[in-house]
């Protein structure tokens, strides 16, 4: 089943008189449980594209669909109400907050949202990324790879559509990195999540279903690794 739909996208930038088109007519289509990779140099306009998938940024033109639904025929409001529940991102650098403990941090988009925590989901998600008696810890008494676990905690906990993860690996050590990216390909198996990661690492890369590869801001491969 079709779950995300790219169709046409661009994104310009005025700089001065000049235009910069960091995206260029991008259009492409995600299944349900896919997990794709996203490479190319850096300023080919990955992360301006991941940032316009994940509602945080809006497109010049184009559409992009979500379950069916047209992520910037939103308002506002609805825009924000999206990115908590359909969305969940993972950074590079972790974004969490200093003074907020680990299970606060992983349950704040429930919070935000107005909602009651799972607190089975909790308890399973703490499991799965080995944070069980890390729960009071606060950010700086961990490590960067017990971080990302934290980052990616709370872009799953909420069960969303899609995760959206730019360059999770970029800030960890080699043995770190690969239990991210397992943990990550957990989530994708385990709960269906349907996983786009923006890599410049080709073995990261080579364990998604498909690569997609872009250039100044153009697709210019778009290849199946497996089915």
Same mark, same amino acid.
């Given at each position: 089943?079709?779950?995300?739909?790219v169709?046409?996208?661009?994104?310009?930038?005025?700089s001065?008189?000049?235009?910069v088109?960091?995206?260029?007519?991008?259009?492409?289509?995600?299944?349900?449980?896919?997990?794709v990779?996203?490479?190319?140099?850096?300023?080919?306009?990955?992360s301006?594209l991941?940032?316009?998938?994940?509602?945080?940024?809006?497109?010049?033109?184009?559409? =992009?669909?979500l379950n #069916? !639904?047209? $992520?910037y025929?939103?308002?506002?409001? *609805? +825009?924000?109400?999206?990115? /908590?529940?359909?969305?969940?991102?993972?950074y590079?650098?972790?974004n969490?907050?200093?003074v907020l403990?680990v299970?606060?941090?992983?349950?704040l988009? =429930?919070?935000?949202? #107005? !909602?009651? $925590?799972?607190?089975?989901r909790?308890? *399973? +998600?703490?499991?799965?990324? /080995?944070?069980?008696?890390r729960?009071?810890?606060?950010?700086?008494?961990?490590?960067?790879?017990?971080?990302?676990?934290?980052?990616?905690?709370?872009?799953?906990?909420?069960?969303?559509?899609? $995760?959206?993860?730019?360059?999770?690996?970029?800030?960890l050590?080699?043995?770190?990195?690969?239990?991210?990216?397992?943990?990550?390909?957990?989530?994708?198996?385990?709960?269906?999540?349907?996983?786009i990661?923006?890599?410049?690492?080709e073995?990261?890369?080579?364990?998604?279903?498909?690569?997609?590869?872009?250039?100044?801001?153009?697709?210019?491969?778009?290849?199946?690794?497996?089915?």
């Open positions: 089943m079709e779950i995300l739909k169709e046409n996208l661009k994104k310009i930038y005025l001065g008189e000049n235009e088109r960091a995206l260029d007519g991008i259009s492409f289509r995600v299944r349900q449980g896919e997990f990779a996203i490479v190319g140099p850096s300023g080919s306009g990955k301006t991941l940032h316009i998938l994940g509602g945080v940024d809006r497109p010049t033109e184009g559409t =992009v669909y #069916g !639904q047209d $992520v025929q939103q308002n506002e409001e *609805e +825009l924000a109400i999206f990115r /908590r529940r359909q969305v969940g991102l993972v590079q650098f972790y969490l907050i200093p403990t299970v606060e941090n992983i349950t988009p =429930v919070l935000i949202d #107005g !909602q009651t $925590v799972n607190r089975d909790l308890q *399973e +998600l703490m499991t799965t990324l /080995r944070l069980i008696g729960e009071h810890h606060l950010p700086n008494q961990l490590s960067g790879g017990q971080q990302q676990r934290v980052s990616i905690g709370r872009a799953l906990i909420n069960t969303p559509a899609i $995760v959206l993860a730019d360059e999770p690996t970029g800030n050590d080699s043995q770190n990195s690969r239990e991210i990216i397992e943990l990550l390909k957990l989530s994708n198996k385990k709960y269906r999540q349907t996983l990661v923006i890599t410049h690492d073995t990261i890369a080579l364990q998604a279903d498909r690569i997609i590869a872009i250039e100044d801001g153009r697709i210019t491969r778009d290849e199946v690794i497996r089915t």
